[in-house]
């Protein structure tokens, strides 16, 4: 397709689920999420004048792998805990009852390392709380840990440590958001033709989600959001003017604060397609 053919092309309905914003490390904290959870589609979205709601209510999972760094944030689930692992602090002393909710949990360990200075210190000077997995096999059977728990098993092996003889080294990691853009039942936003799944949507679990509810978003919002952008297409979509304000608006916010040479000029289209270059985009890039 020629560059100059995009101008004719409008999107008459779009599903926006571009996922969180853990890669922004709220805190400084480390996350169990992927590298693209920038939280680009928020930002997007509210640019485009749709509200946001609940973005001070951030989850963190208490029991994420700090050491090896290698595996910084990784999350050790709750089944370790609930297997007979206790959480026990530099000196050996068990600091919650692991059954406790996860906010209570990560908490107690941030507590721990910041305020009681009883964490386990790393090589390169992190803190963390020894999870105690060789607790799980003297509760029950030898080789229990590899066979309830592989995954991470063979994970640690990869660093020449055994997690059924050794403890595990955790720190709450930023695994959860709540707040994001507002979105309505069927998936929509304010916005017409923007429907939103995953966690670009918020508030679908209020100020503090449940566990074992995350696929509610993407799952569920997906196929609701879907459904919802097709019939929006067959029925109520009417064609607009195609125009380039947008662009404008956040060329005229941005002047001044990047490099001017790596800002595209909307004002003239022909300059505009030959910016649209793969030269251009990898400069930019």
Not at 2 to 10: G, L, P, R
Not at 237 to 260: C, F, K, M, N, W
Request: with cysteine; charged share 20%; glycine share 12%.
């Amino acid at each position: 397709m020629e560059t100059q053919e995009y101008f004719a092309v409008e999107a008459k309905a779009v599903v926006m689920a571009t996922g969180g914003c853990g890669r922004l490390h709220i805190q400084g904290f480390m996350t169990t999420n992927h590298h693209g959870a920038t939280g680009d589609g928020i930002v997007m979205g509210y640019r485009a004048g749709a509200p946001v709601v609940f973005l001070h209510t951030v989850q963190y999972h208490p029991t994420g792998i700090v050491f090896p760094e290698q595996a910084e944030g990784i999350l050790i689930t709750e089944k370790l805990r609930g297997s007979g692992a206790n959480l026990v602090n530099f000196d050996g002393e068990q600091l919650v009852n692991e059954r406790e909710p996860r906010d209570v949990e990560a908490a107690s360990i941030i507590k721990e390392c910041v305020v009681e200075n009883k964490g386990v210190p790393t090589p390169t000077g992190k803190l963390g709380i020894r999870l105690d997995s060789p607790m799980i096999e003297m509760l029950a059977d030898e080789g229990t840990v590899q066979k309830e728990s592989p995954g991470k098993y063979i994970l640690y092996k990869r660093f020449g440590i055994d997690i059924s003889k050794e403890p595990m080294l955790i720190y709450p990691t930023l695994h959860y958001q709540n707040g994001s853009l507002e979105l309505q039942a069927d998936g929509r936003t304010c916005l017409p033709g923007l429907f939103i799944a995953g966690k670009v949507g918020g508030g679908i679990h209020g100020a503090n989600r449940l566990m074992g509810s995350s696929l509610l978003d993407i799952v569920v919002y997906g196929r609701i959001s879907g459904a919802s952008s097709a019939e929006y297409i067959a029925g109520e979509h009417t064609d607009g003017a195609l125009h380039l304000d947008h662009a404008r608006s956040y060329s005229s916010e941005i002047d001044g604060r990047v490099a001017p040479a790596l800002i595209p000029d909307y004002t003239d289209p022909e300059l505009w397609e030959r910016q649209l270059t793969t030269s251009y985009v990898g400069n930019v890039r």
